[in-house]
């Protein structure tokens, strides 16, 4: 899985790479010979559908900084819908909550935003609901906003 668009690629690695799942690779590294393909969801083996949720968490987690400026730089999207409206439970009232507090300050980290936001609640499983969802129904989704 590609970490910056949570891209989900075929590799193909070199017969002498000591690889395992969860492993970050470099595409350009010795270890591969190359991208095969861009995978879908539904195109994983059930043990990489298994494994998808906690890659997700690990790149959020290792990013912070980028997804908390994904909160902080949120915008209307259309003129009925806001960035924040994908997320899963946020409904107008917690999108105003965040809007008016990062328009007080932007937010540091994800326990910032915890913290300055009463009803928000676990702000880093919010994006990764999204991102799943995103990449589980990549045809039916209409907005896609965390993945590439």
């Known amino acids: 899985m590609g970490e910056s668009g949570f891209v989900l690629l075929e590799l193909v690695a070199a017969e002498d790479a000591n690889l395992s799942p969860g492993d970050r690779l470099a595409v350009e590294v010795d270890a591969l010979n190359g991208v095969t393909r861009r995978l879908t969801y539904h195109t994983l083996t059930q043990a990489a559908q298994d494994r998808l949720k906690e890659t997700i968490t690990a790149i ?3 990013n912070e900084q980028r997804f908390i400026d994904w909160y902080n ?10 960035q924040l409206d994908v997320l899963p439970d946020i409904g107008n009232k917690r999108r105003e909550a965040i809007i008016d507090e990062c328009r007080r300050g932007a937010f540091t980290d994800f326990a910032d935003l915890e ?17 799943l969802s995103e990449l589980r129904e990549a045809e039916e989704v209409r907005y896609k ?4």
């Open 60 to 62: 959020i987690a290792d």
């Open 73 to 82: 730089n949120a915008q209307p999207i259309g003129l009925r819908k806001h």
């Open 115 to 131: 913290a300055r936001v009463e009803s928000l609640h676990d702000p880093q499983a919010l994006l990764i609901e999204r991102a």
């Open 145 to 148: 906003l965390l993945v590439a």
